[in-house]
């Protein structure tokens, strides 16, 4: 019974062969898009699982008058152990930002790295195996380093580096560190994104003590015992911290590790790709593309509905029973469903090198990954029974009585489905047309916004070693090119790489402030043309600047309440000094954060090689190519053994965007995807319905209709139910993209062009649908349609 059904399929199948391809294709690429999204959000949830104690791991979150930060003292983790005994282990963790990576030599080999400053606690709490080296003891020596495989093989080659020197250049000095570990390689999926570990208590050979609790800066992870309530073991560490060092408005929160890479974007001072709202937009828009693919079966099956009637009023007749017709259909959505899921996993093998480029992953199709195996089922059962389903029930509820007398109306029956799911379909396929444009927008917005300053033209040289002795003959030998504007070394302009201070005083003050610290030289606004409020900047003329001046911005000035501000005496890390100018508020912090209070201030000779770790060249407009050559060749010649390693300004601070640019580039994609899909289930029914209506056409033309009175009789119902559509979606669109929105302190204000723009896109894509299938059949000779009349 069974083969013979399945010939009955494939030969229905092919019978209707147009609409089953258009079926087939819709599937594949519904199927296709779902499981590249499942794979991606599958990869997100992942992050830190495999820890062997991941439940039981937290990290602490600091919360003050300015929110969560990620920043903590170091003595938070080693004092909760001691004291909190729900608390098993502790470990304090700090790694270096892109600003600070240090340069690692042996012998010829030397490269900056990402590196991370911890304690031993941190290779117990994490599973994170040595392949050598005694975990107990690996920082014995503070001059330790461990590393993993990958960068064994990198500097040293088949030698085994274990007790081997490697030569490490931090804030201008040189240290030889001792290989004291090996891991195994870092897996892709954790937030721990470090090959090199040294000891924290490094630090402080640059004279940096953060063992003690005014300083706020390493990470705290804490594991527990068993099943805790996290909101009662957060106070008692607020409780014990408040106990040592008191600190208004001060608590502490955890959040368990399994949700840190997904849950900390608002979270400062700590760096995570992740935010879980991507994952709820990229899941929402997988179904959908999905569900939009089952929508074209279901009206497509409705609508042979028709031209099948009567084989099913013949097959009840010769006895066939209702259960037997509703797995005969199902059977075939079945079967195409599987020829469509082998097609969506040829076009997920060629989707995925663009995914991977654009969400920065290296996502591969494994078929031993459980995963993804269970993805594949999942999505063969739900795409098989929202589309077959239906159809299947719907068929088999014929009565084969009015079928066979000629007076089946079941065409009637299903229109209000068709209708419903074609306004549903455009309905999502408007949403996410308005979603992409207000995204671009806000990103375009992003990349042109003012900030204060000129971002356009500037070159950034990081600073490894100590340029201190011969940088003033390099600047005035670059300076000689008349390509180069200006120079000056300061703190990279980049909120990552700076710091927060409450160590500033002034007469009057109230209550605890909080202000950014930004170390520059003289040359620091001319080169990145901040305007000036009030007041002068720091300059060669005037040598007390170097040791009692201040530059604040505006919103310093207006939270400190100083109404005279210009020569007010203020304190600052025990230094005092006066207010020398106001400059205009400006933003290095990316626009997801409003402008916040900044001082700025001279190093002395002692910490200049500490604080200035970037040289700023500011580069006339198209001269890059020629300027960058003799910028190169002119460090070379001074700076002969340190590499130069450099970054244009305007394209570092894009980074702080890095998840929008993502998201507004696979929007893109599943925009186009989904209005495709929406317009081939269109097609399908166009074709159908003009096919249906073949003769009536032919009577038009012969009583002398024109092709636009043909286009325009097939296109009306169609183009009102996409009018319905736009109605539906707009305010839909609007409210979510509001609240995306939210997420910026400076941003678009939804206008209503988007909205004009992706209704004008849709209909006009629907239009073309229509009208060229309509002219198809118009232009064709009424006789082929009336021959037999």
């Known amino acids: 019974m069974f083969k013979n059904e399945f010939i ?34 599958q990869d997100e949830l992942s992050f830190d699982t495999f820890h062997k104690n991941a439940d039981q791991i937290y990290i602490v979150l600091r919360k003050d008058n300015k929110g969560l930060s990620g920043a903590t003292s170091q003595r938070l983790a080693a004092g909760t152990k001691s004291a909190l ?69 990198k500097y040293f080659g088949d030698q085994d580096p274990l007790g081997k020197s490697i030569e490490l250049t931090f804030l201008g000095q040189k240290s030889l560190m001792r290989v004291s570990g090996i891991l195994k390689n870092i897996p892709a999926n954790t937030n721990f994104k470090r090959e090199f570990f040294i000891p924290i208590d490094f630090i402080k050979m640059y004279g940096v003590n953060w063992d003690n609790w005014k300083n706020q800066s390493p990470e705290t992870y804490i594991q527990v015992q068993g099943k805790i309530d996290e909101t009662e073991l957060a106070s008692k560490i607020t409780a014990y911290k408040q106990a040592n060092y008191k600190e208004e408005g001060v608590s502490y929160s955890l959040l368990p590790l399994k949700k840190i890479h997904l849950h ?37 099956s409705n609508a042979l509905s028709l031209k099948r009637a009567k084989e099913i009023g013949i097959k009840k007749v010769a006895g066939a029973g209702r259960k037997r017709l509703v797995i005969q259909y199902f059977g075939e959505t079945l079967i195409l469903t599987f020829v469509a899921l082998g097609i969506a996993l040829i076009l997920v093998k060629l989707m995925l090198p663009t995914l991977n480029s654009v969400a920065a992953k290296s996502l591969i199709i494994s078929v031993t990954n459980s995963g993804f195996l269970l993805t594949i089922v999942s999505a063969v059962l739900i795409t098989g029974i929202i589309s077959g389903l239906y159809p299947a029930v719907f068929m088999s509820s014929f009565q084969p009585v009015k079928i066979l007398k000629g007076k089946f109306d079941g065409g009637t029956k299903s229109l209000s489905l068709r209708k419903a799911l074609i306004i549903f379909q455009f309905t999502l396929s408007i949403i996410i047309i308005i979603s992409t444009i207000t995204v671009l927008s806000q990103l375009k917005f992003i990349q042109n916004a003012k900030l204060g300053f000129d971002k356009e033209n500037i070159a950034c040289i990081k600073i490894k070693g100590d ?40 007469p009057g003050k109230e209550g605890k402030f909080s202000v950014w610290v930004l170390n520059v030289d003289n040359d620091f606004q001319s080169t990145y043309k901040i305007d000036m409020a009030a007041g002068r900047f720091f300059s060669d003329q005037h040598p007390s600047d170097e040791t009692a001046a201040y530059v604040l911005n505006e919103t310093a000035v207006h939270q400190m309440g100083l109404e005279n501000p210009l020569g007010t005496e203020i304190t600052f890390w025990g230094r005092k000094g006066k207010i020398i100018g106001i400059a205009r508020d400006f933003n290095f912090n990316s626009l997801h954060h409003a402008i916040e209070p900044t001082i700025m201030r001279i ?116 183009l009102k139910w996409i009018l319905v559509a736009n109605i539906i979606a707009w305010p839909l669109a609007y409210y979510a993209m509001k609240q995306w929105l939210q997420n910026f302190a400076y941003r678009i204000s939804p206008g209503i062009w988007p909205f004009i723009f992706s209704g004008a896109i849709v209909f006009t894509v629907a239009l073309i649908t229509i009208g060229w299938l309509a002219m198809r059949a118009a232009t064709k000779n009424p006789v082929e349609a009336l021959r037999y009349e």
């Open 264 to 300: 900390t974007s608002h979270v400062s001072f700590f760096n995570s790709t992740g935010d879980i709202k991507y994952v709820y937009i990229f899941s929402i828009i997988a179904a959908i593309i999905l569900l939009m693919a089952c929508m074209n079966y279901i009206n497509l």
């Open 603 to 718: 190093p002395s000779d002692k910490e200049a090689g500490i604080y200035f770790r970037s040289v700023s060249i500011r580069l006339k407009p198209n001269s890059l190519p020629q300027s960058m050559t003799f910028v190169k060749e002119t460090w070379r010649r001074f700076y002969p053994n340190e590499p130069m390693e450099y970054y244009f300004f305007d394209q570092d601070l894009n980074s702080s965007y890095i998840s929008e640019f993502r998201m507004g580039s696979l929007f893109k994609y599943f925009s186009f995807l989904a209005i495709f899909i929406a317009c081939l289930g269109l097609y399908g029914l166009t074709a159908f319905s003009i096919e249906q209506h073949f003769k009536e056409i032919g009577v038009h033309k012969v009583l002398g209709a024109t092709m636009s009175n043909i286009i325009l009789v097939f296109s009306r119902n169609y």
């Open 85 to 153: 005994p729900e608390v098993i282990n502790a470990t304090s963790y700090s790694p270096l930002p892109e600003s600070l990576k240090p340069l690692l030599k042996y012998q010829n080999n030397g490269y900056s790295e990402h590196i991370a400053l911890t304690d031993p606690e941190f290779f117990k709490i994490f599973s994170f195996p040595f392949i050598e080296g005694d975990p107990e003891h690996v920082f014995d020596d503070p001059n330790s380093i461990i590393l993993t495989q990958r960068m064994c093989q």
């Open 8 to 41: 009955i399929t494939i030969r229905s199948l092919w019978k209707y062969k147009r609409y089953s391809l258009i079926n087939i294709l819709g599937l594949a690429i519904g199927l296709a898009c779902f499981l590249i999204i499942s794979m991606w959000v």
């Open 467 to 506: 340029i201190q002795k011969n940088y003033e003959a390099f600047k005035n030998t670059l300076l000689q090119n008349t390509e180069i504007q200006s120079i000056c070394r300061s703190e990279p302009l980049n909120a990552a790489a700076l710091g927060k201070t409450e160590g500033i005083d002034w």
